[in-house]
């Protein structure tokens, strides 16, 4: 079968679509055929050896995919799932391949009206706002979050999450081409990063907000903080912006009673078993009620992965973008 392969940690431009051997599933698993799989930073991380997990090159990259099961291992985890069953599912690495094992803990049913793109744009970028939001941030109805990189994967994912909870959702984004994206993601209000303090303040008559979704970093934190309400919550997601760890000065803290929260989703679910399911749970009623619909951006073959990864560093990606392995 083939499948997108790491060889050397040398980058997004050297990542080869190879043979390799069908797998089969185990006690536990599921064996999935593969249709679309998502593009994530955790892929172009790996694809440079730069991320927490660090697999033994050649391997396969792919942490979202898409498709139908083919088959399932004993236990009766896997065994919930039928051959010809709609599912998506998220591991570390090895979806972007034509056939895929995984976790029976980690895959979920897919619904008939949510298409195999939209399937792949789910799991991390789902999972992941829905952690942040409900664990982390303690989100209450009525609560207003904003959003920086609301245009990108886990930016739209969190105006939908939260929106699904009540929120009010306030999108910082880049260009009014991106704005418009978070806006039709479900944003109820959208601003450029340029200024977006005094904006965000403005439109929250001084209060400021409630929980900062922040997967940027770089130098937009302090602003962040200065934009919190107090006994607002400013959550870490990632660092997109590449431009160094922000460094927090406590007495900001202090002084408005603020937070600054870590938000580690993958180390924390796949070490409690169970949990995925859960979230999936709460995630099923917001996308049956078409509240949370993945903007899926550009489609690419399989081919062109590597590209599909250098599209995502030089930051030209809007939504979700996905690799078709069929159809």
């Not at 904006?199 to 934009?227: P, Y």
């Not at 995630?283 to 903007?295: A, D, H, I, R, Y």
Request: glycine letters at 14%.
């Amino acid at each position: 079968m083939r499948a997108v392969q790491v060889i050397t940690p040398t980058g997004p431009r050297d990542v080869e679509v190879r043979d390799v051997p069908e797998p089969t599933a185990g006690a536990g698993q599921v064996l999935v055929e593969v249709h679309s799989v998502g593009i994530s930073f955790p892929d172009l991380l790996l694809s440079k050896g730069e991320y927490q997990l660090k697999p033994e090159p050649p391997f396969t990259l792919g942490v979202d995919f898409a498709g139908v099961v083919v088959s399932t291992g004993s236990t009766d985890g896997a065994r919930r799932f039928e051959p010809g069953q709609r599912v998506c599912g998220v591991g570390g690495w090895g979806g972007a391949a034509e056939l895929v094992v995984s976790q029976a803990d980690f895959t979920f049913a897919l619904p008939d009206a949510t298409s195999y793109d939209e399937g792949a744009a789910l799991p991390m970028n789902y999972l992941t706002a829905d952690f942040a939001l409900a664990e982390r941030a303690g989100l209450r109805t009525g609560e207003t979050v904003l959003v920086h990189g609301a245009a990108g994967g886990v930016g739209t994912a969190s105006i939908q999450v939260a929106r699904g909870m009540g929120a009010r959702v306030i999108a910082v984004v880049s260009t009014e081409e991106k704005a418009a994206v978070a806006r039709a993601a479900g944003a109820d209000d959208a601003v450029l990063l340029d200024g977006f303090k005094d904006a965000v303040l403005a439109l929250t008559d001084g209060v400021g907000v409630d929980v900062v979704v922040d997967v940027v970093g770089g130098d937009a934190f302090t602003d962040s903080l200065r934009a919190l309400a107090p006994q607002g919550r400013l959550l870490v997601v990632g660092f997109a912006a590449g431009a160094g760890i922000p460094q927090v000065k406590v007495n900001r803290l202090l002084l408005n009673n603020v937070d600054v929260r870590g938000v580690g989703w993958g180390a924390y679910a796949m070490a409690r078993p169970g949990y995925m399911q859960e979230q999936w749970a709460r995630l099923l009623p917001m996308l049956e009620s078409g509240v949370v619909k993945p903007p899926v951006g550009a489609t690419y073959p399989l081919e062109d992965f590597g590209r599909a990864l250098i599209d995502m560093e030089e930051r030209r990606t809007l939504g979700k973008s996905v690799v078709r392995v069929r159809g």
